[in-house]
């Protein structure tokens, strides 16, 4: 088992909140792509009674994946017996649960898809404040806190009232530029993007996005010296200017939903995604020029996200299928059944590659295109959908597991 040394240990517990540098700020981490900080490491056995440095009990359900901030980790949570949504704040270095503010109280979705949940956005945060997005009355609504848990402000983003497809809500919110940015996707007139001033709440833009259900949370893309907003779904990919909302290209090439957050090259200039919801697909796009599709093939990954390192595609399909493609034609490297169904998304840290089953086994191989290599296959629990999330030495983890009949959600970090 890979340990973090002693001497990282007594520098983070001197520092206490002074972790800016492994901080995981939002869905896909600080550079939007689920990469773990360079230098990052994390263990590769573990189990129930062993590597773990601290597990928490978690109220309620949900599917958020740890944000980290300082010495905090966010995580949002939904009761649906008791008919509230809440923001969930925990110590990194203890998992001591710290504050947890109702956000909502009723309101709550009944038609659910039973792998959602009405917890399912990741918290994002500008390094000042976090953000909480929850569906709620039939509409996503996004609320600011201090870091501490106090309520700055909450607005009704966009309707999200689907009348085919009642699964839930999925999209995370964005930071980018001193904006949060919300996307509700639906069959109703105002399914499209908002932007809000973090500090005040005040809205600053809204686009619309067409009259369909899709799920999918915008990637933060840096290309050409500047940042692009993208997203895949509705039968095309699109990129907006992220602080007009403005669209600046769009492209047939998807179907109708998908899931998964896009990932890019700016070498290559390329861009991929992958769905969805009737077809199935796995592209590339190229972000300048005539945006043609470059490549395509039939690989699935709805729900989770693809993984890009070194100029290599890495996939993990809805049923457990891990790809390795070259990112700039498409062609295979190799395919291996790893077993298992599939919702979590692969976080790279370092040159191994970590990805959470729907049955809680979490695989670990290298980040190789050569050949699969395994590392270690690790059961934590019996459920997992949300993304582990690296820093400190650590994988800091949300699971479920059955305690005397009874589901029972925990975090967990993974490590000494």
């Not at 007594?10 to 896909?28: C, H, K, M, N, Y």
């Amino acid at each position: 088992m890979r340990l973090l040394p002693a001497y990282f240990v007594a520098v983070f517990i001197t520092l206490g909140s002074q972790l800016a540098a492994e901080d995981w700020p939002q869905w896909r981490g600080p550079t939007g792509d689920n990469h773990a900080a360079a230098g990052a490491t994390a263990p590769n056995q573990w189990s129930e009674s062993e590597g773990l440095a601290w597990k928490t009990p978690v109220l309620g359900r949900g599917h958020s994946s740890p944000t980290l901030v300082g010495n905090r980790i966010y995580l949002t949570t939904a009761d649906d017996a008791a008919g509230t949504q809440s923001l969930l704040i925990f110590d990194r270095q203890t998992g001591e649960l710290l504050a947890q503010p109702v956000v909502h109280e009723g309101g709550l979705s009944q038609n659910v898809h039973p792998n959602n949940t009405n917890a399912s956005p990741t918290v994002a945060s500008d390094g000042k404040r976090v953000f909480a997005l929850f569906h709620n009355n039939n509409a996503a609504w996004i609320t600011a806190f201090t870091l501490e848990g106090q309520q700055i402000w909450q607005k009704r983003a966009l309707e999200f009232d689907p009348q085919r497809f009642k699964f839930g809500f999925g999209s995370s919110p964005v930071v980018a530029d001193g904006l949060v940015i919300v996307t509700s996707e639906y069959d109703g007139p105002e399914s499209g993007l908002v932007a809000f001033d973090c500090a005040s709440g005040e809205q600053r833009w809204k686009t619309p996005r067409p009259e369909s259900l899709s799920y999918s949370s915008v990637a933060r893309v840096q290309t050409g010296g500047k940042l692009q907003l993208m997203l895949s779904g509705n039968q095309q990919i699109a990129a907006y200017e992220p602080s007009s909302g403005e669209e600046l290209w769009s492209t047939p090439g998807t179907t109708y939903a998908t899931c998964g957050t896009m990932v890019w090259d700016e070498g290559l200039g390329l861009a991929f995604a992958s769905g969805g919801f009737p077809e199935t697909f796995t592209l590339a796009v190229e972000m300048s020029g005539e945006h043609k599709i470059v490549w395509k093939n039939q690989a699935r990954c709805y729900e989770q996200s693809l993984l890009l390192a070194d100029g290599y595609l890495y996939a993990v399909t809805d049923r457990g299928v891990a790809y390795c493609w070259r990112a700039r034609d498409g062609e295979q490297m190799w395919k291996q059944r790893i077993g298992g169904s599939f919702s979590s998304s692969p976080v790279l840290v370092g040159s191994e590659i970590y990805v959470a089953s729907e049955k809680g086994t979490i695989f670990v191989y290298e980040a190789n295109p050569e050949e699969f290599q395994s590392l270690g296959e690790n059961q934590l629990g019996d459920e997992a959908f949300a993304t582990p999330t690296p820093a400190d030495g650590r994988l800091y983890h949300r699971y479920t597991k059955m305690v005397d009949g009874k589901r029972q959600e925990f975090l967990a970090a993974i490590g000494k």
